[in-house]
T-cell receptor
Framework: GDSVTQMEGPVTLSEEAFLTINCTYTATGYPSLFWYVQYPGEGLQLLLKATKADDKGSNKGFEATYRKETTSFHLEKGSVQVSDSAVYFCALIRAGNNRKLIWGLGTSLAVNP | GAGVSQTPSNKVTEKGKYVELRCDPISGHTALYWYRQSLGQGPEFLIYFQGTGAADDSGLPNDRFFAVRPEGSVSTLKIQRTERGDSAVYLC??????????????FGEGSRLTVL
């Protein structure tokens, strides 16, 4: 069945460091791909998305490119801030009528000043 | 309201008791999802409504769990004979339905259930 695999955390970085959180997926058809973020004490919210191959989603300095050939959607940011400390979830939604999101387990990021 | 509202935010109950968790979605959103999340885990799918009907309830773990959405807006997740393993944060999310469902879900802040 469809699945999402993301790198295990926790990830600890210093401020202004480069961030990569790997995400790969298995899915039939052409899913849409998402990164959601959960800040401490807050609900999940969409960070960015891509709906087709080679699309790049971007928001708040974060980017991820939908790579169908490697079935990946890695999250990157060139210079992290303390305020980026959160848990990041990669997810996919199937094409078709069943709009159930499939989630990765989440990667915790801590950014130190 | 502007966002998805879930009540109660915290619920502590004893093993064997009955619990109801409520979700008030964003106005106009016809798709509604229930997930639960345990510490250090991703959201676990429970059920997905399109309008009043359950489009996919394959994630409900057993027959102690039931959810309704009688008027296509507010939804209630009902848990009978609660067990300690039911302790988790129960998340509700809504979005536009049908062909406008792009997968961008709007989440509430969750209801934390603790079963003693």
């Amino acid at each position: 069945g469809d699945s999402v695999t993301q790198m295990e955390g926790p990830v600890t970085l210093s401020e202004e460091a480069f961030l990569t959180i790997n995400c790969t997926y298995t899915a039939t058809g052409y899913p849409s791909l998402f990164w959601y973020v959960q800040y401490p004490g807050e609900g999940l919210q969409l960070l960015l998305k891509a709906t087709k191959a080679d699309d790049k989603g971007s928001n708040k300095g974060f980017e991820a490119t939908y790579r169908k050939e490697t079935t990946s959607f890695h999250l990157e940011k060139g210079s992290v801030q303390v305020s980026d400390s959160a848990v990041y979830f990669c997810a996919l939604i199937r094409a078709g009528n069943n709009r159930k999101l499939i989630w990765g387990l989440g990667t915790s990021l801590a950014v130190n000043p | 309201g502007a966002g998805v509202s879930q009540t109660p935010s915290n619920k502590v109950t004893e093993k064997g008791k009955y619990v109801e968790l409520r979700c008030d979605p964003i106005s106009g959103h016809t798709a509604l999802y229930w997930y639960r999340q345990s510490l250090g885990q991703g959201p676990e799918f429970l059920i997905y409504f399109q309008g009043t009907g359950a489009a996919d309830d394959s994630g409900l773990p057993n027959d102690r769990f039931f959810a309704v959405r009688p008027e296509g807006s507010v939804s209630t997740l009902k848990i009978q004979r609660t067990e300690r393993g039911d302790s988790a944060v129960y998340l509700c999310a809504s979005t536009q339905g049908g062909t406008r469902n792009t997968g961008e879900l709007f989440f509430g802040e969750g209801s934390r259930l603790t079963v003693l």
